[in-house]
Antibody
Framework: QVTLKESGPGMLQPSKTLSLTCSFS??????????VSWIRQPSGKSLEWLAA???????YYNPSLKSRLTVSKDTSNTQVFLKITSVDIADTATYYC???????????WGQGVMVTVSS | AIVLNQSPSSIIASQGEKVTITCRAS???????LHWYQQKPGAFPKLVIY???YRASGVPSRFSGSGSGTSYSFTISRVEAEDVATYYC?????????FGAGTKLELK
């Protein structure tokens, strides 16, 4: 059974660094073709893809945010991390991690973690 | 970035009615990389259709998709009450992945 779960600080101040963790089970990120992506959704708005890391350790970033994003994974391939630097109010959103298989779409999602940026 | 224009932005349908959502891309996309998601209020998105026309595991046969190039569509053949949700198209053909603005389906 594939599950993913996001964790994060809940609230942080502008200009700080947001650190998020995606803990998953039921699949191995070391399996060829596997990818974990980060997506966010401001309340009442659509979805925005942020970054991804694949089974080979290759990293992909949304160019509009690339300078502020860092995606990584742990050596056991059971967690993926996302850091966003210099947050501001516009980064307030629910953040999701999701698994992607080649040609399969984002087939499993975490429940999401709400992050509020406020002074 | 490839922009996905979804229409309509909202639909009010009766139970048993057929509904169709279109998704038009600003550039051609391989049909292998166009997907559709359902998001119910307060929940995470759920994959419904992948690679244009393949139903995800457990998805009822009333859901279908078609298209190619820059024009794609998503159809619910007979709407049921449990289908009330917002539907999004998404392209995974080029970086950055992008999503449509969503279509909110409500029941009459």
């Amino acid at each position: 059974q594939v599950t993913l779960k996001e964790s994060g600080p809940g609230m942080l101040q502008p200009s700080k660094t947001l650190s998020l963790t995606c803990s998953f089970s039921g699949f191995s990120l070391s399996t060829s073709g596997m990818v974990v992506s980060w997506i966010r959704q401001p309340s009442g708005k659509s979805l925005e893809w942020l970054a991804a890391i694949d089974w080979d350790g290759d990293k992909y970033y949304n160019p509009s945010l690339k300078s502020r994003l860092t995606v990584s994974k742990d050596t056991s391939n059971t967690q993926v991390f996302l850091k966003i630097t210099s947050v501001d109010i516009a980064d307030t959103a629910t953040y999701y991690c999701a698994r992607e298989r080649e040609l399969g779409g984002l087939d499993y999602w975490g429940q999401g973690v709400m992050v509020t940026v406020s002074s | 970035a490839i922009v996905l224009n979804q229409s309509p932005s909202s639909i009010i349908a009766s139970q048993g009615e057929k509904v169709t959502i279109t998704c038009r891309a600003s550039s051609s996309i391989s049909s292998n990389y166009l997907h559709w998601y359902q998001q119910k209020p307060g929940a995470f998105p759920k994959l419904v259709i992948y690679s244009t026309s393949y139903r995800a595991s457990g998805v009822p046969s009333r859901f279908s998709g078609s298209g190619s190039g820059t024009s794609y569509s998503f159809t619910i053949s007979r709407v049921e009450a449990e289908d009330v949700a917002t539907y999004y198209c998404q392209q995974g053909s080029s970086n950055p992945y992008t999503f449509g603005a969503g279509t909110k389906l409500e029941l009459k």
